[in-house]
């Protein structure tokens, strides 16, 4: 790393661009840590004991069929420990902790980033202490007790809860794993662009399609193809295509300059709770990265989320829970919208998996209310 600009909201950090910070030899099993020359990583091994990174790049025939889009792919992010995208920042946060001997992560999060976060945590021996909003689905929530995290429930939503873990790790010296404003989260999930283009023969697709929440994902990918392009590997980079619910879409509705809609602006309204976010933590460089590459963005309503679930399964063997399947679901009106053309070669990001219905309830769902630092340390108090 040799330094860090500000970019549209977000720190960038940057690098000795060079071909030679991209391995150029066959897959190896370390996935996301192949890019360590592109990462905020000292030398030294890496202490993160899960896998993560080196999803597979799926071909999908019969969803190719389907579609009438024969250069479609599907870049399965759900094959992750814990099922989601998530785990890429997770474990770049954690490793950075795992060697300043930090005992505590701490992250508020819709769902995903705090399963992701209570696994890493249990995995590398810290302490988990995560902030949701009241309305996180219970089985998320039995997820991260049964991996031992403390888990609390922010009354006044996914803002307070951000805020007030963000408040936990200032005062208590903890790790800070939240989304969008901590560096390391974008630069773990920017792998995935490295991932894209070495996967096919190191050439770029011609679009991406990415679910938007907080917008770390999009925007990590649109500077993983940058960096790409500074290395002096490729001399173009692809289409940025972000994709949000109907009725929680802010930064659709700012993309196209209209003002939003109450019902435009609900984040209980649609069944893709990993991307219902109100405030993006990185909404200005997500239209960035968007309007930089030429892409666009799209809302999806319910009813196609749901339908772009069952198809992933039955045309695609892929398990997506509804924000991992947005993607797909966007495939209908950015052709109608011009902003893909069914011949291109088109990049999904299938970002979450579907969580299973295993009959076996998990750890308990009722988590303890915080609405405050002083509830945090009470209830934290040896006893
Ligand atoms: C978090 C999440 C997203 C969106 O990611 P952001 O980086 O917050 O925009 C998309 N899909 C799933 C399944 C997620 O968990």
Redesign the pocket.
């Known amino acids: 790393m040799t330094g860090r600009v500000e970019r549209a909201g977000v720190t960038w950090l940057e690098y000795a661009y060079g071909p030679d910070l991209v391995p150029d030899g066959p897959p190896d099993p370390s996935g996301m840590w192949r890019y360590r020359d592109l990462l905020p990583l000292d030398p030294g091994p890496v202490r993160y004991p899960l896998p993560v990174g080196g999803t597979p790049l799926l071909a999908a025939p019969a969803l190719r069929a389907a579609l009438g889009l024969p250069a479609v792919w599907l870049k399965d992010e759900t094959r992750h420990p814990t099922g989601?995208?998530?785990d890429r920042a997770t474990a770049l946060v954690i490793e950075d902790g795992l060697r300043r001997g930090i005992g505590t992560v701490t992250t508020a999060s819709?769902?995903?980033?705090a399963v992701a976060t209570a696994f890493g945590a249990a995995a590398a021996g810290l302490r988990a202490v995560i902030f949701v909003s009241t309305g996180c689905r219970r089985e998320k929530l039995a997820l991260m007790t049964r991996a031992g995290a403390r888990v609390f429930a922010v009354p006044d939503g996914y803002a307070a809860a951000v805020d007030l873990s963000r408040t936990a790790a200032a005062a208590f010296g903890w790790l800070d794993r939240n989304?969008?404003v901590v560096p390391a989260t974008l630069e773990a999930?920017k792998t995935v662009a490295f991932e894209v283009w070495e996967q096919l023969g190191r050439e770029l697709p011609d679009v991406v399609v990415?679910?938007?929440?907080?917008?770390?994902?999009?925007?990590?990918l649109g500077k993983g193809f940058e960096e790409l392009r500074r290395c002096g590997l490729t001399e173009r980079v692809p289409r940025l295509v972000g994709v949000q619910a109907q009725s929680c879409s802010p930064l659709v509705r700012a993309w196209l300059g209209e003002p939003a809609a109450t019902e435009q602006l609900d984040p209980g309204g649609t069944v893709?709770d990993?991307?219902a976010?109100l405030r993006?933590?990185?909404g200005p460089a997500?239209l960035d990265a968007v309007g930089r590459s030429g892409g666009g963005m799209v809302a999806v309503p319910d009813d196609v989320l749901r339908r772009a679930v069952g198809t992933l399964a039955s045309r695609a063997g892929v398990p997506a829970?509804p924000?991992?399947a947005?993607s797909l679901a966007a495939v209908g009106a950015a052709l109608d919208g011009g902003l893909l053309d069914a011949a291109e070669t088109v990049v999904l990001l299938v970002?979450?998996r579907g969580v299973a219905p295993t009959g076996d309830p998990g750890g308990p769902a009722e988590v303890p209310v915080a609405a405050t630092l002083d509830d945090v340390e009470r209830a934290l108090a040896p006893r």
């Open positions: 989601s995208n998530k819709t769902g995903n980033a989304t969008g999930k990415a679910p938007v929440g907080d917008g770390p994902t999009l925007v990590a893709a990993g991307i976010v993006p933590a990185t997500v829970e924000a991992g947005a970002t979450g």
